[in-house]
């Protein structure tokens, strides 16, 4: 068997919590390779609404196994919190959710460090969500970290206060800002002893076994292409790799073993933090799609920045990952509003192309659009393709020409059953 993969095609909030979720009743198993609770991937399901920042968007569906990999920075606070969630709301998760024990832990001084850090930065900042992702990284990458399956290990508690040392000698580099350290520790290590109750796995070797025997398994990505600590707007990106290949060292199995990539991407575009975003609408219309789209960070709370569908940006990210199918998402927000465009080109040092430039982060590039008629209309009730109106198919069929891989899906409202396939 191969592994499926689902990642998302622009700079994260692209829906991914949803497909996975309406995808994982085909599959046995359901695994994160990479980020940590910077991670917000929101689920509508009874009623209810739920955001998993750290938990597979799989552990709703109760024959699935859900694996967070070793590609994860974990925190176990977060992690406990949304355990809490699951435990109020009924879900059964306990012998369905496993830990792999090479993923890295998130402490305390981790956050600490990343808020010293993005607030020395001042203007210069790069919209760090503030969860300790970077520093966590950076002592993973540095061999300093702490990984979970140490905690099974002697000598835990002597390694976790010679890494938090270091970390308050680095805090000193920078101004001080306000943070309960005592607190913060004594939530951590509770937290931590809870998480013991779930399973531990060497999870290159639990996936690997599984499609030896035949399971079928979904990797689940976090973020989007365009914020991959290599090809994405360097340097506002995220700190891990949320391209395909990120599956492969986040989880431990071969380049051979990827079957199909699913990319996600909305029929706009929205950017959370600072960096560059060609499309971006900063005036009414911007506010609009906001709006429409309620689009504010589902970690952070934050507003999106909103703009039009980038295809250079599309076409770029599915030339990373190898996506193989394109699902659209929130196509029903353009239909609220009074004009809708689209880019296909940038114009650069007055030549016109396709390609995102090195220097995207420094010269600002002016894309072409072309613009399409609105529909005006909701198409939330839908519940077949052919059923949307006439300029809403064309708009998708448009796309879906000009990124040169097919729209299988289309997503016109938060539940499941707004899902519409091709």
Known sequence: ???????????????KGKIVDYLAERYDVVARFQGGPNAGHTLHLGGQKY?????????????????????????????RRELEQLDRSGVDYRNRLLLARKAHLILPTHRWLDM??????????????????????????????????????????????????KHI????LYPPIAFDLEAAEAEWFASLQALRALPFVDGEYYLN???NNGKRVLAEGAQGAMLDIDFGTYPFVTSSNTVTAGVCTGLGVAPQ????????SKAYCTRVGSGPFPTELTDTLGDQLRQAGSEFGSTTGRPRRCGWLDVPQLRYTIQLTGATELCMTKLDVLGLMPEIAVATHYRYHGQQTDQLPYDLCQVAVEPTLKKYASWLSNLSGASRFDQLPAAAQAYVEEVEALIGIPIRMVSVGPGREQLLTR
Do not use: C
């Open 51 to 79: 955001v998993l920042h750290t938990i597979p968007s799989g552990i709703f569906r109760p024959h699935i196994t859900n694996l967070i990999g070793n590609g994860v920075v974990l925190d176990p606070v977060v992690l």
């Open 169 to 172: 000698e680095l805090l000193r």
């Open 116 to 165: 010293a850090s993005e607030a020395h930065k001042g203007q210069a900042k790069i919209g760090s969500t503030l969860k300790g992702i970077g520093p966590t990284y950076m002592d993973k990458t540095g061999r300093n970290g702490l990984r979970l399956g140490d905690v099974e290990q002697p000598g835990f508690r002597e390694r976790y206060e010679m890494l938090k040392q």
């Open 209 to 211: 076994d599984a499609l």
């Open 1 to 15: 068997m191969k592994i499926d993969v689902i990642l998302g095609l622009q700079w994260g909030d692209e829906g």
């Open 257 to 264: 073993r990827i079957g199909q990539v699913i990319g996600i």
